[in-house]
Nanobody
Framework: QVQLVESGGGLVQAGDSLRLSCAASGRTFSRHAMGWFRQVPGNERELVGTIKWSSGSTYYADSVKGRFTISRDNAKNTLYLQMNSLKPEDTAIYYC?????????????????????WGQGTQITVSS
């Protein structure tokens, strides 16, 4: 069983920064991309950003572009989300996900359906 364990969430004020971590454990698996998604209760889960594991190429949603940065550490099997200049509208449950399927077109990893494994989610609350 593959597990994705998230950490780093919490309550912050607008303008603050947070760094989320997502560590993979369990059986060995091949990953081609990982992603961060977020969801506000009552809303659809939305893409935050994705990263190709091998190259480190990234894609970000317009709402977080320039403020959030995705990175990975292959040796630690860990995905990171650095969140700067946080806004109240960033308040959501954040999920990390891993994709084991390979797609030659990077944009395919923007879709929730591309991912096989998901973390439990962690709450980020940004007060104003």
């Amino acid at each position: 069983q593959v597990q994705l364990v998230e950490s780093g969430g919490g309550l912050v004020q607008a303008g603050d920064s947070l760094r989320l971590s997502c560590a993979a454990s369990g059986r060995t698996f091949s990953r081609h991309a990982m992603g961060w998604f977020r969801q506000v209760p009552g809303n659809e889960r939305e893409l935050v950003g994705t990263i190709k594991w091998s190259s480190g190429s990234t894609y970000y949603a317009d709402s977080v572009k320039g403020r959030f940065t995705i990175s990975r550490d292959n040796a630690k099997n860990t995905l990171y989300l650095q969140m700067n200049s946080l806004k109240p509208e960033d308040t959501a449950i954040y999920y990390c996900a891993a994709a084991t399927r390979y797609y030659s077109i990077f944009s395919y990893y923007r879709a929730e359906s591309a991912y096989d494994y998901w973390g439990q989610g962690t709450q980020i609350t940004v007060s104003s």
